[in-house]
């Protein structure tokens, strides 16, 4: 919901920093603005959840209420996703592209919690973001190996990882899964 209200400009509501304006030709698309946020995100929303919050008429308020219940980041959660990661196996049923999906669900859910380093001081010469990146991308190919099913893909395997550099994770996907090349484009 994030990406998607700053792709529109509109996240300025939800943190105050689009105040409610005195003006009042100003003050009327303010309010259409702000109840349309709500309402999207109210819409966007599990009913689960939306039992749980109050109805509330701006959006700051609404935001901060479903900020403060879900956004709460704990080490449970954290290691409750890399037992999962740690786990996580392409069954004999499951096609490379499913089992890659899993995987995906759980690290994109983790760099919620442990965003990759990086300089903020913009002095930095030694590239640190970058070297976290890579780090980052080599820690999720050796998982996405790990569970990969060893009969099918064991040689495979062997030959990504005799590789310096390693390959990115995009590169051992397409090698484990060659029908990825045309599937995207169709």
Request: aromatic letters at 10%.
């Amino acid at each position: 919901m994030r990406m998607s209200l700053k792709s529109r400009r509109k996240f300025g509501f939800c943190d105050e920093s689009i105040k409610e304006p005195t003006d009042a030709k100003l003050l009327d698309q303010w309010v259409v603005v702000n109840c349309t946020l709500v309402q999207w995100i109210r819409t966007m929303s599990d009913d689960s959840v939306l039992t749980s919050v109050p109805y509330v008429e701006e959006v700051a308020v609404l935001w901060k209420e479903l900020e403060e219940r879900f956004a709460v980041v704990d080490g449970t959660s954290i290691h409750s996703l890399k037992y999962d990661l740690g786990n996580c196996k392409q069954l004999k049923d499951m096609s490379v592209i499913d089992y890659y999906g899993k995987l995906k669900t759980l690290w994109d859910a983790l760099a919620i919690y442990e965003p990759p380093f990086a300089c903020k001081c913009g002095r930095c010469l030694c590239d640190i973001s970058t070297k976290a990146v890579q780090r980052q991308d080599n820690e999720k190919l050796h998982q996405f190996f790990m569970g990969l099913d060893h009969s099918l893909y064991g040689t495979l395997h062997n030959q990504q990882f005799q590789l310096d550099p390693l390959p990115s994770l995009n590169r051992g996907y397409h090698g484990a899964c060659p029908s990825s090349r045309t599937a995207a484009f169709r």
